[in-house]
């Protein structure tokens, strides 16, 4: 009798064959293609205050003035006040500079007191000024360009490590005691550092400057702790002899900066999703729709593995019943990602391992979840999330429940696994819990190194119908969103029972209407055009 061989993975391991009706499949990528491109007409109309600072921080504006305040907020603020933002932040800086700026804070200081009604240029002068602001983005994008490659250089040099990449947090709010934290997880195996960010800083419509020392719940995103804990990395990778990877959150009101800050600094993967910030920090849909398009473009060119949240509207709604809206979620991350020109390598799709597990068959409808996943993406490094919101205070039964989800990981072939701790219910986790998570998965990993090629699913059986009855749902959600639009969708908690207002969050007056001059180079040379 001849049984299917199962599905090669680009990393040599084999998962088992999950069939799929590939009509199904196609009219599920159509669908999200449509829903997207709705997007993307108004996205191509707009810019906001985060991306024209973005395009201040790729000219050099790097630095905070005088009172600790960023120059970029400073420049964009006066702008916006004056109306005078839909032609570009990056036009009036050359205006700047060319009529006697000679640095930054100058530079600032003559666009704060522009008037607001500026005399137009002659049409020469105009093109002379573009012309010599493209020739500076190129000059940056090149800049950018060497430092990634003085990463990828590293990461060729040490290797990164057999798939799935173990990946843990830190997120003390020193920076300095991160570091510690973070050799330590190395020291023990891990193969991905993610630095938590501060509670809230999503909501904070500028990137705090320099290295911090405080902050509630994870450590603050900033340019200074990125190089900090990238240096600290790249000694311990050499120590070590493999590549450690290196993660951060470029999500709210600052999504684009922080890729931008995150791309300098030679950052690996940055979590990174279309809606995260709509649903669970209410941020305007349009300013995060507009500011995740403009950043994946950054993570596109600097080759940043992104991160996406659905594993988080399994937290909010019901795991099992909202399975579904995960799998429509990817299909829109993915259409959104290659828009922005991300090839599937750096498509980190994310899903979780949510499941009550009072419930029979958990693990069967999980593998068909994490199966699913994998096979709708083939090419993606998916990321698989650990058990959260129905772990316990009982850290024997948090173990426990965490080694189901590594069984899983490693039969569906995911290949970034963030891993639990035991104590995850009731703090931030101690060394000690790292080190048992990591021995645990490294454990796993070696035991069922060969299941995924021996094990078959029983046609007709329960992972093969849950997967199909995942997939029919998905299918009908995207209908749903191509005829009435992502917004409407969000609108009517279509996903993860959250509904947002179109109008309504946080950021919606940093939204600009583009002008019939707007000027930025970078969008020009991220776009080819």
Known sequence: MAYPSGMQLRDGRTVPDLPLEPAKVERCRALADEATAKVL???????????????????????????????????VDALHEKRLLGRGATY????????????????????????????????????????????????????LRRRVRQRDALKAELGTGPRPHKYVIVATGNIHDDVEQA???????????AVIRSTAQSLLDYVPHGATTEGYGGTYATQENFRIMRAALDEESRRLGRYLHLTNYSSGLCMPEIAFTAAWERLDMLLN??????????????????DQHFSR???????????????????????????????????????????????????????????????????????????????LFPEAP?????????????????????????????????????????TEAMHNPFLMDRHVALKTAD?????????????????????????????GKALALLEEVARDGLMKAIGNARFGDVARAEDGGKGLSGVVERGPGYFNPFLEIMEGT
Not at 119 to 140: V, Y
Not at 183 to 193: L, N, Q, Y
Not at 452 to 466: D, N, S, T
Request: hydrophobic fraction near 45%.
């Open 92 to 143: 009036w800086l050359g205006r700047a500079l060319r009529h006697g700026a000679s640095d930054p804070v100058s530079a600032v200081d003559r666009i704060v007191s522009l008037p607001a009604h500026p005399e137009p240029l002659p049409a020469a002068e105009e093109r002379a000024l573009e012309d010599e602001l493209r020739r500076d983005a190129r000059a940056a994008v090149d800049e």
């Open 443 to 471: 454990y796993v990993y070696r035991a069922w190194r060969s299941m995924g090629a021996e094990l078959r699913l029983a046609p007709g059986g329960v992972v093969e119908r849950r997967a199909d009855e995942t997939l």
């Open 41 to 75: 007409e108004m996205v191509e109309r707009h810019t906001t205050v985060s991306i024209e600072r973005t395009a201040l921080r790729l000219l050099g504006l790097h630095d905070a003035g005088p009172r600790g305040v960023p120059l970029v907020n400073v420049a």
């Open 183 to 193: 050799r330590a997880a190395a020291e023990s195996g891990a193969d991905v550092v």
């Open 273 to 290: 999703d279309a809606m995260y910030g709509i649903l669970f920090r209410d941020i305007n849909m349009r300013r995060t729709l507009c």
């Open 297 to 375: 473009r950054i993570c596109a060119l600097a080759g940043i593995v992104i991160n996406t949240g659905e594993d988080n509207y399994i937290t909010t709604a019901d795991a099992d019943e909202a399975a579904h809206t995960v799998i429509a979620s990817q299909f829109v991350n993915e259409s959104f990602a290659h828009r922005a020109g991300l090839p599937d390598r750096l498509l980190g799709l994310g899903h979780a391992f949510e499941i009550d597990p009072a419930r029979e068959d958990t693990i069967a409808r999980e593998l068909a979840q994490a199966l699913l996943v994998r096979t």
């Open 382 to 422: 998916i990321k698989y999330m650990p058990p959260t919101k129905h772990k316990q205070g009982d850290i024997f039964f948090s173990h426990a429940y965490d080694v189901m989800a590594d069984v899983v990981a490693w039969l569906t072939g995911q290949e970034i696994q963030l891993l639990g701790m035991m």
